[in-house]
């Protein structure tokens, strides 16, 4: 019985770690730390980065991006900046490739987020990135809800082989919200609109541009850097080098209407900034990029929009729109005609 019961066990172990061949033994992705301005430095997790600020009384941290950089970069700062611990942790939205790792810095720091990010870590199905939703209404993720956008859009809208297998913790062939976020750290401090956070004399703001990528996002405005961290909604996954880059338009876009996109890119242009330390891609960019990023959006919405008015189909405006002055922006063969049918279905929920 006692011999039954260790090779059940045992078993339960090996079935644990076998199924998590994606999380268990990752290859390293490059790290670097590197100074974007005075005391405020940027992170690099493979084509995921963070931002920090430094201060006499300690450091401000963007995201944790996982947990395996999250404690790689406590070590380096541990190093560099003996005495002053984190003291905040600011979220730039729940999702789990940006928000996972904050145990690392849980000792010494407050968490900080939109308050949506709350509701994206009662228990419920979360807003998720990449259309991976609740199609079945049952509350927990199934493995087609990976696997629909993973397949249907692959390296676009989904994920990697074997994630579902990763965060099906315990491989009863659902993952609860919980399991999926079993590495985030719940806000302890959330704000509405805006808030602002003082540490040993120096100040940054977090702005909440409106619903997007996400609906919890939160934007950093380093006033004396005059620079601002936004993830995603401007540079999404997809952005490597080129910052001009065609929106994955998963969702259709994310579950927001177009109109709170633009309303997004507006509040950020309308912030005090010169640099954008963006999420994803190798380059900082400045507010050209926001604008002609909000323009893309306004010059899709209102081509598809004309052209539903005229009557014409989903097919006819795939071929039809053609979004010339952006042909010349990353992924634009790839994603244009994905652009034009996410449009078209975002406008006929939310118009
Ligand atoms: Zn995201």
Redesign the pocket.
Known sequence: MRLKSVVLALAAVVGVSLALPSLAQPRTPAREITQVQGDLYRARNGNWYTVFLVTPAGIILGDPINETFAPWLKSELDTRFPGRPVKYVVY???????AAGGAAFAETATFVAHENMLRNMDGRYPQ???DMIDRNDNGVIDREEIDIPTNTRPGVCGMGPGFFDGIDRNSDGVATPRELQQFIVRPSVVYNDRMRIELGGKVVELVHPGLN??NDATVMVFPAERAAFA??FIA??LVAGNPRSLPSACGPF?GSPLDEWIKSYRTVEGLDFDVLIT?HGSQMVDKTLIRETREFFEDLRSAVAAGMAAGQSLEQLKENVRLERYKDWANYERLRANNVEAAYRNLLTYR
């Open positions: 730039s939205h729940s999702h789990f490739d940006h998720m990135p990449g990528h996400s993830t995603e999404d996954a994310d999420g």
